[in-house]
């Protein structure tokens, strides 16, 4: 997977996903917003905002960015912003997840829906994600991860190849993103159909 692949597969998303993956990742949403626990005034940085689904979810006391690389997505979150008139939304910017454009600790809050297993280096984002998140702050991820069902799995691997033109990467494997990425998960909580997403509450170490 490459920018440009996924960038290709979301032009093509755009007019419905809404339609088609909103639906079936709203729990997800609906969860994580919930498990913030935000403070009033809190900066959150969401990453890869897509076409803006989860904004209404959030409270409207807390500052909301929102970054992602389709153009074509985000024309859609900022129209939803417009048409529903979403107060709390500071920006929604293009950006590439893996070289965000903020300084170091500008956030309280990093949020990532869906986003981990869509980017040509996973690594590299949860990087960038701790870096623009403040010390002590907190990181969430919901993501699809590597079934342990054999069935699924053996269905995950014969899609892998389709990875590019899918624009997500069906096979990912939670304890290997663990041990490269070495988040300090605090909490986590199965999310949408059969449980088959995860969410990932994770520290960011007030030390570093």
């Not at 009033?40 to 076409?51: A, D, H, K, N, Y």
């Amino acid at each position: 997977m490459n920018l440009e692949s996924i960038c290709s597969a979301y032009r093509r998303h755009a007019r419905y996903y809404d339609a088609v993956f909103g639906p079936v990742l709203h729990p997800g949403r609906k969860i994580i917003v919930e498990t913030l626990h935000v403070d009033p005034g809190e900066r959150v940085l969401e990453v890869g905002v897509g076409t803006g689904l989860s904004l209404p979810l959030y409270p409207s006391t807390v500052r909301v960015t929102g970054i992602d690389i389709s153009k074509e997505m985000l024309e859609i979150a900022r129209a939803r912003v417009d048409r529903d008139q979403i107060q709390h939304v500071d920006a929604l910017l293009e950006m590439d997840a893996e070289a965000l454009h903020f300084p170091d600790a500008s956030f309280d809050k990093v949020v990532a829906m869906y986003v981990v297993s869509v980017v040509p280096n996973p690594i590299q984002v949860i990087q960038e994600m701790r870096r623009v998140c403040r010390p002590g702050g907190e990181l969430f991820v919901v993501n699809h991860f590597h079934s342990q069902r054999p069935i699924i799995r053996e269905m995950e691997d014969l899609l892998a190849p389709l990875s590019k033109l899918a624009g997500f990467r069906p096979d990912m494997d939670l304890t290997e993103f663990l041990h490269s990425t070495q988040l300090d998960v605090i909490e986590k909580i199965r999310a949408n159909l059969f449980g088959y997403w995860k969410i990932l509450r994770c520290r960011r170490d007030p030390l570093t």
